[in-house]
């Protein structure tokens, strides 16, 4: 059986082969509407999925799929590892994120990144950064996109739990928009800058959408932590090989969205 770090490297090397090129075709659509450049951002999402499963062996399923509203919403989400920023584009709407700037600038990967209309901030401006999200992410709103936030800011190792920024929250709670959580184990399976990873089926579990109407973004935010981390310390080891865990319906990548009909 092939070892999880040579699967690993055959993926990085893939990676590392298809991005460049893919990341210059990205650029010279930059003239395209944002929803028709996400669409080709979406396209290495895509592909980069494809490698995890068939080469690394790592798959996910997803539990509460119903919860996903019918209009743009706000997603908050644990941060655990890498494969929660590619994962979620397939699982939720076309998409926008609340980034630090400086991802931006790293060749390629920030490049194609920048082609998606993120909103990106620097986080050492306080309300300054506060004020921007929510005039751009009333913008991106409009323009019927989703907004994706992880609260805690950075990859966060399994078993812990990092401080939940108020802006997910702020955002919410100045806008009236949907709040839908979202909880996974991708930790587990490919840790926090870890080049391996592990085979097996990824949990993601996404809660009821949390209306913020007449709440405080302290409130907010501390009913998104609690159900998160309450969540993830449930799903905590679902799905790595040899386990028995056949309560959950096994979901394939396409066809998530019909597993809790």
């Known amino acids: 059986m092939i070892s999880a770090v040579v699967r690993s490297v055959f993926y990085t090397i893939l990676q590392l082969l298809i991005t460049p090129p893919y990341a210059l075709f990205t650029l010279a659509c930059y003239p395209l509407p944002p929803h028709y450049r996400y669409k080709v951002t979406y396209g290495w999402t895509c592909i980069m999925l494809f490698l995890l499963r068939v080469i690394c062996g790592l798959h ?21 590892s890498a494969w929660e920023t590619l994962a979620l584009q397939q699982i939720f709407p076309p998409q926008v994120w609340v980034l630090k700037k400086e991802l931006l600038r790293i060749p390629f990967f920030g490049w194609g990144l920048a082609m998606t209309n993120p909103i990106a901030i620097d986080r050492s401006s306080g309300k300054a950064a506060l004020q921007q999200i929510v005039e ?14 992880f609260p805690e800011g950075t990859r966060i190792p399994p078993g812990k739990t990092g401080k939940y920024k108020i802006g997910g929250a702020w955002l919410a709670t100045h806008t009236g928009t949907l709040v839908v959580p979202v909880a996974h ?4 399976f490919w840790g926090r800058n870890s080049f391996i990873k592990y085979p097996g089926t990824i949990t993601v579990s996404i809660g009821k959408p949390i209306d913020p109407t007449g709440m405080e973004p302290d409130e907010l935010n501390a009913r998104v932590q609690a159900w998160i981390e309450t969540e993830v310390s449930r799903i905590s080891d679902f799905g790595k090989e040899g386990r028995d865990d056949e309560q959950f319906i096994s979901i394939s990548n396409e066809s998530f969205k019909d597993a809790d009909k």
Not at 64 to 77: C, E, M, Q, W
Not at 139 to 149: A, M, N, S, T, Y
Not at 185 to 188: K, L
């Open 185 to 188: 184990n991708a930790g587990e």
């Open 136 to 149: 751009q992410g009333k913008e991106r709103l409009k323009q019927d996109f989703w907004i994706v936030i």
């Open 60 to 80: 996910y399923r997803v539990l509460g799929a119903k919860n996903i509203p019918d209009r743009p919403s706000i997603v908050l989400s644990k941060h655990q």
